[in-house]
């Protein structure tokens, strides 16, 4: 069962969410972080979050700001502000009674949520779905306008059917993140899923991650699976997996 709720960004727009609540007993709470430009609605958040509600696991999906049902500027946004919204997300879910222990983010998402770890609220445990180990991995997506943003200040950009403002701001944030400390200072147990035939985010981003975290850490390949999770049952598997190793680190 989806919840609507709304919760403040860092920079000040209302952003949009929906919790699923299970229908059974509550195993525990988390919060799930959406990839680059997607949306709480797209087919890894929405499934993944629906599956863990299923097994128990009541999920927060938000859009980020200036997507979906959320207020504010895309390019007003940033890693700095995923990351801290992430955290926002979670001091939410601890307001109203439903503290997070675990935190999932897919792709960008994923990036954003090794940052966000040791300063959200209640997480003990972190789950990464084809995420990259380096922010600036996105930028391959706005090449074509990357030379005119840094320029002008901003530029539009085209992507998925809408058009978005990138600004300058944006471009230096991302290029400025780091994660290796991040995930070296991790401190709670993490899961990493990825698919070896991932074209858009490689395996050896999931390489990357795993070599650089401490135990208990995990590694789980979701062979046959695209980038985005799309194609039948790829998510709703992830879910599982996620739910099943979770177990251990739920209140």
Known sequence: MGERVTFRSCTGPTLTGVVEVPEGPVRGWGVFAHGFTLGKDSPAAARICKQLSSDGIGMLRFDALGLGASEGDW???SFTVKVDDIVEAC???TAR???ADILVGHSWGGAAALAAARRSAGVRSVVTVAAPVDPSHVEKHYDAVVDRVMSDGAAEWLVGGRTL???RAFVEDVRTAHLHDKIEDLQMP???LHSPTDNTVGIENASEIFNLARHPRSFV???GSDHLLTARGQAH????????WADAYLE
């Open 190 to 192: 993490l899961l990493i």
């Open 97 to 99: 009674g439903t503290p």
């Open 75 to 77: 390019g007003d946004g």
């Open 91 to 93: 001091e939410f879910m």
């Open 221 to 223: 390949s979701l062979e």
């Open 165 to 167: 403002t990138l600004k």
């Open 237 to 244: 598997r992830a879910g599982r997996i996620i739910g099943a």
